[in-house]
């Protein structure tokens, strides 16, 4: 994991090492510092060297000056550098997320993604800029102010250090708390995003069973318990500062009465003494600085530890090494002996299902709710695998196309339409991103949309609202529609395609979905019978599988299921 995480900085590595050299010359220039006191005290002052006093004085204005460029490079670029950081991590777990299978997002909540894509890289790209900048320095700090201390008393400087490296065990002792800590944190913070994303978004449905309250409860209920959750990791905080503090305050103790010591012993000088004072003063800003990294480092690598697990999800529907390419003349559809159970259920939805659908022709789907139609209408795109059997388009088993050859040769008109936040124009764009405006007015005129786009006060370039809350249920199917007029595939998936519109409006879409259809392989997911009658052939679900077969004609004169069925839908 740790591996995938640095192959990160490779892309911006000057960056990175100016970064790390700019914090170099700052540490060099901390450590410069205590040994030119020691010199005024020991040397200049007592011999009343006033020239080189000065002297001495004019070159640390100029490392001071040099450092204050450093500073500026490390908190600038530094932080350039980690947002870039955050930024490649965001697109690379974007496109991951695109590629990953329905069933992902069935077991997921929207919520808890977002905090995925936004929240945790944030506090990877700052772990990402402070930690090893932070470990660098401390790591000069600590080396560099060991060795010169050592030459000027091996005892003194062995005791001081003895009390750093207790400091760092205990630091080390206290991590894996902390770090448990941060997890629940982050596990209560996607919880109390997908409560907030589920209750915005539902809230007009909310205000029309007047359930304000409830959501209030519901809301107040997930903060408390991501308060709780950053109570116990502020409990584990507060732990590892005070004792880190405690460490500190021994360190300082240990330096002013051992040095006391020493000096009185007149092992060391007065000036070697103020050294050591201003060494550990040096010493523990770098200190506390690596304890507050590893801080920084439970909340950036508890979210790394999120991005790493999307990052290793290997889609199980994916195209195969060496694919074939759909014909965009489309070709004839056929499901062989197909079982099809979801990952969360205990039973079959399709079970030895066996049908072919010709080139050119179209086939209806009928039956109650819950038989397998829209799962049918889902599976030839590959949405979900099949359990066994196989999916035959063209002569070919599905999974030996190319996915995206697969899926761009079909126009899928939804049940539950989805509208992005966006202009009519974008929202229609969508089936062909690289259309004109010209083919996006052609299929919108198709779709028997094109009079009501031009009646709002920006046309095509009118903002339809968050998931196209500002138009009705029957614009936005027809929207949908156009989607696949523009797309203009082989195959058509219409899944109640129809279901939102009005009558009148039902004729004049179903008469462009007729001439859309001729030619084309069409699947028809019906819940008005009256807009299947013209199939070349229909088909009857039932939990059984399929139980009648046949034109419009010849099952009404059956007086099967389908007449029954046609007949309750004349009276409503």
């Given amino acids: ?336 002996n197909v079982e099809f159970q979801y990952e969360s259920s205990y039973k079959n939805v399709l079970y030895n299902f066996n049908v072919k659908i010709d080139q050119g022709k179209k086939v209806a789907l009928v039956g109650e709710t819950g038989v397998g139609k829209s799962t049918i209408s889902k599976l030839i795109p590959r949405f979900y695998d099949v359990k066994n059997g196989e999916i035959i388009v063209n002569g070919q088993n599905i999974k030996d196309y190319d996915i995206y050859s697969l899926r761009s040769n079909i126009g899928h008109v939804q049940q539950d339409v989805y509208i992005f936040y966006g202009t009519v124009k974008d929202n229609i764009l969508y089936g062909k991103p690289s259309a004109t405006f010209e083919e996006v007015v052609d299929a919108a005129k198709s779709a028997n949309i094109h009079d009501f786009i031009m009646s709002l006060e920006n046309g095509y370039e009118t903002t339809v609202g968050e998931r196209g809350v500002k138009l009705s249920g029957g614009q936005k199917q027809r929207i949908s529609i156009a989607r696949v007029f523009l797309k203009n595939p082989p195959i058509l998936i219409l899944d109640e395609a129809t279901s939102s519109l009005d009558n009148v409006t039902e004729k004049l879409i179903q008469n462009s979905l007729d001439k859309l259809s001729k030619g084309r392989t069409t699947l028809v997911i019906a819940h008005r019978l009256s807009t299947i009658s013209n199939a070349d052939e229909i088909l009857v679900l039932t939990e059984e599988g399929i139980t009648e077969r046949g034109k419009h004609s010849a099952l009404i004169e059956q007086n099967g299921y389908y007449a029954s069925l046609y007949k309750a839908s004349l009276e409503i």
């Fill in 1 to 336: 994991m740790l591996k995938s995480f640095i192959k990160y900085y490779k892309n911006h590595r000057t960056l990175f090492y100016l970064d790390l050299l700019a914090a170099t010359i700052m540490s060099g220039v901390n450590l410069v510092f205590p040994l030119v006191s020691r010199h005024y005290l020991d040397v200049l002052i007592p011999s009343k060297m006033v020239t080189e006093i000065f002297m001495f004085g004019g070159v640390l204005l100029l490392l001071y000056l040099i450092r204050l460029g450093c500073n500026f490079f490390v908190n600038y670029y530094g932080h350039v550098m980690g947002t870039r950081i955050e930024r490649d991590m965001r697109i690379d777990l974007f496109k991951k997320i695109q590629t990953l299978d329905s069933d992902y997002f069935d077991d997921h909540k929207t919520g808890s993604i977002m905090s995925h894509i936004v929240g945790h890289l944030r506090d990877i790209s700052e772990m990402s800029h402070h930690t090893p900048e932070n470990l660098f320095v401390g790591s000069i700090m600590l080396l560099g102010s060991f060795i010169i201390l050592l030459n000027i008393h091996v005892l003194f400087t062995i005791i001081i250090f003895f009390f750093v490296i207790l400091l760092v065990i205990f630091s080390a002792t206290r991590r894996r708390k902390m770090m448990a800590a941060s997890r629940r944190t982050r596990k209560t913070h996607e919880e109390i995003n997908s409560e907030v994303e589920n209750s915005i978004g539902g809230i007009r449905l909310t205000k029309a069973f007047t359930n304000e309250e409830f959501e209030v409860q519901k809301f107040k209920k997930v903060s408390y318990l991501y308060q709780e959750s950053f109570g116990e990791f502020y409990k584990q905080m507060g732990i590892f500062s005070s004792g880190t503090n405690l460490f500190i305050d021994f360190i300082y103790l240990a330096v002013l009465v051992f040095g006391g010591y020493f000096v009185y012993l007149g092992q060391i000088s007065v000036g070697s003494y103020l050294a050591y004072f201003m060494f550990i003063s040096y010493l523990i800003q770098p200190i506390r600085t690596l304890i507050g990294t590893i801080e920084q480092v439970q909340k950036g690598w508890s979210g790394y530890e999120k991005f790493y697990n999307i990052m290793s999800i290997n889609p199980k529907i994916h195209s195969p090494l060496n694919p074939l390419f759909l014909d965009e003349t489309g070709g004839t559809i056929e499901f062989k």
